[in-house]
């Protein structure tokens, strides 16, 4: 399978199962064009009919076929049948919340029940559980989670003490992060979370008018030159320490081009802005009507950022715009994408297992509980059928080894199956990762 695309203003090809990423002047992108078949297969009598009016295209792909560069064959790969093993966990520390945003999907942290709080008793079990279903798998990750963690921190700082001495008794390896929106963000906290965290995310917005529209605080208030404030005074003493920004982008702010560079000019050298994801009808949901516009800012975002990072003074890196195709995941990884419901499950306050995060309060997909250790099987096997192999739609993407099939949660909450994409994240998906190829040949001059 070969993809085609234009990308800020340049033409490029991607060869889907050899990788094989090349920029190509018009010509070449006409011929690929015309001799690319729906199925990804070269089209032999359109490659006959045109070869002499492309001679030299023709003669090019001719030899990169034989190379098995170009037009290379799908690969003939059944995805292993997940052990059991659990390698990595989200910890729901506490379902409560400071803010009260407008577009939160977990209903200002309660997940549709109740305000909750984790106790300590059951953030060590959750650990407990974790090592247990390990396995053999030494290096272990657990993320906090809420609601807004920090509300809870008696809590994270037991669970990762308990961790420590877990790493000693079980021979593991624990990496914690911690997602906050960083309004309880201080010293002490700060200095707590740079010794213990491997990983911390922060959420801002953007811009200081789209960040207070829809990240207010539960009386009300904006919340945004706080945030700022303590998300700067934690990137002064992370230095080099792995950490990113993270925002949203909703109807509001269909320009969020500006809001990624707004906090890349605070002064944050790794971010990310990712789509909102709400019911249609909702006033802040993105449509298929916007993506044109989307579209459009991705390509902004990506001129600017390639111009940014050649001055190491201006330099950062967007989530989205990452890709390396000499060190990629292999090909087991980019079949089963984030392993939810499998390697990685979410663990509410009252100890309840869900396939991640986002399905916690769907009583449908609730998995088991901490106490008794036990695993919903049925849920279990269907989690594990998550994969490329049972996507008739993900199998003819041309980006189907980047995105694994998308988000388990989105599918099920817009089309009723985990196995069937949400079209909508799908377009962004395909249109970010066009981006992320342009940028990776030009700074590497392919």
Same mark, same amino acid.
């Given at each position: 399978m070969v993809h085609t695309f234009t990308c800020l203003g340049q033409d490029f090809l991607l060869d889907v199962e050899s990788g094989t990423l090349c920029r190509i002047d018009s010509s070449m992108k006409k011929f690929i064009d015309t001799v690319n078949s729906p199925s990804g297969e070269i089209n032999d009598g359109e490659f006959s009919r045109v070869r002499k009016l492309f001679p030299e295209e023709a003669e090019e792909v001719e030899a990169l076929i034989k190379s098995g560069a170009l037009f290379s064959s799908r690969a003939d790969y059944v995805p292993p049948k997940p052990d059991g093993t659990i390698k990595s966990m989200c910890l729901n520390i506490c379902h409560n919340c400071n803010l009260a945003c407008t577009y939160?999907?977990?209903?200002?942290?309660?997940?549709?029940?109740?305000? =909750?709080?984790?106790?300590?008793?059951?953030?060590?079990?959750?650990?407990?559980?974790?090592?247990?279903?390990?396995?053999? @798998?030494?290096?272990?990750?657990?993320?906090?989670?809420?609601?807004?963690?920090?509300?809870?921190?008696?809590?994270?700082?037991? =669970? +990762?003490?308990?961790?420590?001495?877990?790493e000693k008794t079980h021979d593991k390896n624990f990496r914690f992060t911690i997602t906050t929106n960083a309004l309880n963000l201080n010293d002490e906290i700060s200095e707590f979370l740079n010794r213990e965290m491997y990983n911390v995310v922060i959420s801002i917005d953007g811009r200081k008018n789209v960040h207070n529209q829809v990240r207010k605080t539960q009386n009300g208030k904006d919340s945004f030159d706080v945030v700022l404030k303590n998300a700067l005074?934690? @990137? @002064?003493?992370?230095?080099?320490? *792995?950490?990113? +920004? @993270?925002?949203?982008?909703?109807?509001?702010?269909?320009?969020?081009?500006?809001? =990624?560079?707004?906090?890349?000019?605070?002064?944050?050298?790794?971010?990310?802005?990712?789509?909102?994801?709400?019911?249609?009808?909702?006033?802040? =949901?993105?449509?298929?009507?916007?993506?044109?516009?989307?579209?459009? *800012?991705?390509?902004?975002?990506?001129a600017e950022y390639i111009k940014r990072r050649k001055n190491p003074e201006s330099w950062f890196s967007f989530f989205h715009f990452i890709v390396d195709l000499k060190h990629s995941p292999c090909l087991s990884k980019r079949y089963s994408s984030c392993g939810a419901g499998t390697e990685y499950v979410a663990v509410t306050p009252a100890g309840d297992i869900y396939p991640c995060h986002q399905f916690v309060g769907n009583e449908a997909y609730k998995m088991g509980n901490i106490n008794d250790g036990k695993i919903d099987i049925e849920l279990y096997e269907k989690f594990t059928r998550n994969n490329l192999a049972y996507k008739p739609t993900c199998k003819q993407c041309w980006a189907k080894y980047y995105c694994s099939g998308g988000c388990a949660a989105n599918a099920v909450n817009f089309n009723g199956e985990i196995t069937v994409p949400y079209k909508t994240a799908c377009a962004l998906m395909k249109k970010r990762l066009e981006c992320a190829l342009a940028i990776y040949c030009i700074e590497n001059e392919l």
């Amino acid at each position: 399978m070969v993809h085609t695309f234009t990308c800020l203003g340049q033409d490029f090809l991607l060869d889907v199962e050899s990788g094989t990423l090349c920029r190509i002047d018009s010509s070449m992108k006409k011929f690929i064009d015309t001799v690319n078949s729906p199925s990804g297969e070269i089209n032999d009598g359109e490659f006959s009919r045109v070869r002499k009016l492309f001679p030299e295209e023709a003669e090019e792909v001719e030899a990169l076929i034989k190379s098995g560069a170009l037009f290379s064959s799908r690969a003939d790969y059944v995805p292993p049948k997940p052990d059991g093993t659990i390698k990595s966990m989200c910890l729901n520390i506490c379902h409560n919340c400071n803010l009260a945003c407008t577009y939160c999907f977990a209903d200002e942290g309660k997940y549709s029940g109740h305000k =909750a709080s984790m106790s300590i008793e059951t953030a060590c079990k959750a650990l407990d559980f974790l090592a247990e279903k390990s396995g053999t @798998r030494r290096n272990l990750e657990v993320d906090f989670f809420g609601g807004e963690p920090l509300m809870n921190m008696d809590a994270v700082y037991a =669970a +990762v003490k308990h961790g420590r001495e877990l790493e000693k008794t079980h021979d593991k390896n624990f990496r914690f992060t911690i997602t906050t929106n960083a309004l309880n963000l201080n010293d002490e906290i700060s200095e707590f979370l740079n010794r213990e965290m491997y990983n911390v995310v922060i959420s801002i917005d953007g811009r200081k008018n789209v960040h207070n529209q829809v990240r207010k605080t539960q009386n009300g208030k904006d919340s945004f030159d706080v945030v700022l404030k303590n998300a700067l005074a934690f @990137r @002064r003493i992370r230095g080099d320490g *792995q950490y990113y +920004v @993270r925002g949203t982008f909703t109807s509001l702010n269909k320009d969020f081009a500006a809001d =990624a560079l707004a906090i890349a000019d605070y002064g944050f050298d790794k971010l990310s802005l990712e789509p909102v994801v709400l019911p249609d009808g909702h006033p802040l =949901a993105l449509n298929d009507s916007d993506l044109d516009e989307l579209y459009e *800012q991705y390509e902004i975002l990506a001129a600017e950022y390639i111009k940014r990072r050649k001055n190491p003074e201006s330099w950062f890196s967007f989530f989205h715009f990452i890709v390396d195709l000499k060190h990629s995941p292999c090909l087991s990884k980019r079949y089963s994408s984030c392993g939810a419901g499998t390697e990685y499950v979410a663990v509410t306050p009252a100890g309840d297992i869900y396939p991640c995060h986002q399905f916690v309060g769907n009583e449908a997909y609730k998995m088991g509980n901490i106490n008794d250790g036990k695993i919903d099987i049925e849920l279990y096997e269907k989690f594990t059928r998550n994969n490329l192999a049972y996507k008739p739609t993900c199998k003819q993407c041309w980006a189907k080894y980047y995105c694994s099939g998308g988000c388990a949660a989105n599918a099920v909450n817009f089309n009723g199956e985990i196995t069937v994409p949400y079209k909508t994240a799908c377009a962004l998906m395909k249109k970010r990762l066009e981006c992320a190829l342009a940028i990776y040949c030009i700074e590497n001059e392919l």
